[in-house]
């Protein structure tokens, strides 16, 4: 009983540590805007003197404001502003011991931390119950836990973040969606049974800024999927366990696909992954997956899919 109750612990240690490291980079994510916002007493305000153009990144609005005695510019982060025109005027932020790292009120805010810390919280919950449940099995208690941590970042783990209300959730239709500062929203849960989605690039009056883990998870209606460039990050298991999905389309300006993002998914059949495409973590797309993938050459995603041996048509670079 004494040796079965070690294993329980050390496979909670080992379980845990990954809510452990969430709980931590939450807090250090609320500490540092904790910190920023003391910083920023200073307010005036700012132009847009012009929207600067790149080859590798989206367009980018220019401003330019007047404090402590100088004239400060710099191109603002969020791309979802070049839709302003020059000469908006705009409210600025900065910290008056360093003005020229100002930016805008209408920016996206940085993270709080309160994903990572709920999530954080519930895994490390999790692990003790499994490890208080194995404590009392007889046999095979490896065997069972590393079968319920397969089945956890499909049901549980991506529920934390998909199906938790938050004081600031918002329905527009067939979506559920957080704030994510004045003007931007993230799609937390899709509802509806249609067979042909493209991800919404406005909620409610607000530019869709990006997906929660699971947003789509268990969708068994979809079939079509279109992600537009707004959307520059496919994050966990956001389509995983849509079983009728056949057709992925992600458009030129999405960078990234992260852990099991189209996990068991069986039906797939075409996928049309951009030449933006910056990441694609390893078990994005399932090892067996059947699917014919369309590249273009000399991508991140041309390299992905022959590392993989996945089945490809590679189209020449523009």
């Given amino acids: 009983m004494e040796n079965m109750q070690l294993n329980a612990l050390v496979w909670f240690v080992v379980l845990s540590a990954a809510g452990w490291v969430a709980l931590v980079k939450g807090l250090r994510r609320r500490r540092a805007l904790t910190d920023r916002e003391e910083r920023e007493r200073g307010r005036a305000t700012g132009t847009i003197v012009e929207i600067a153009q790149s080859k590798k990144g989206p367009a980018r609005p220019v401003v ?24 908006t005027s705009v409210e600025v932020r900065y910290d008056p011991d360093a003005p020229e790292r100002f930016h805008l009120e209408r920016e996206k805010a940085p ?6 810390i709920f999530a954080g919280i519930c895994w490390i919950a999790i692990c003790a119950l499994l490890a208080t449940g194995a404590s009392t099995l007889r046999g095979r208690v490896g065997m069972d836990l590393r079968r319920a941590v397969r089945v ?28 994510d500062g004045q ?4 799609v937390k849960d899709y509802t ?15 530019v869709v800024s990006g997906l929660a883990p699971g947003a789509y998870s268990r969708c068994d209606t979809l079939v079509h999927l279109t992600v537009p460039a707004i ?3 496919i994050p966990a298991a956001c389509f995983a366990g849509c079983i009728r999905l056949r057709e992925v389309e992600l458009s030129e300006g999405v960078q990234s696909i992260q ?11 075409r996928v049309t992954l951009p030449a933006s495409l910056e990441r694609i973590a390893d078990d994005a797309f399932p090892g067996d997956c ?3 993938f369309e590249v273009i050459e000399g991508s991140a995603a041309e390299r992905y899919c022959r590392e993989k041996g996945f089945e490809m048509s590679v189209s020449p670079a523009e």
């Fill in 111 to 116: 993270k709080s931390g309160g994903g990572l």
């Fill in 290 to 292: 059947k699917a014919g």
């Fill in 192 to 206: 509806g049974s249609e067979e042909r989605v493209s991800v919404p690039m406005v909620l409610g009056g607000r």
């Fill in 64 to 87: 330019e404001f007047t404090a402590e005695g100088a004239v400060h510019r710099r191109a603002c982060a969020d791309a979802g502003l070049a839709a302003l025109p020059v000469g």
């Fill in 259 to 269: 852990t099991h993002a189209f996990d068991m998914c069986p039906s797939l059949n």
């Fill in 231 to 233: 959307i520059h990050d």
């Fill in 152 to 179: 956890l970042h499909i049901t549980d783990f991506t529920e934390i973040f998909r199906r938790s209300e938050g004081d600031d959730d918002q329905k527009d239709g067939d979506y559920r969606y957080a704030l």
């Fill in 183 to 186: 003007y931007f929203a993230v």
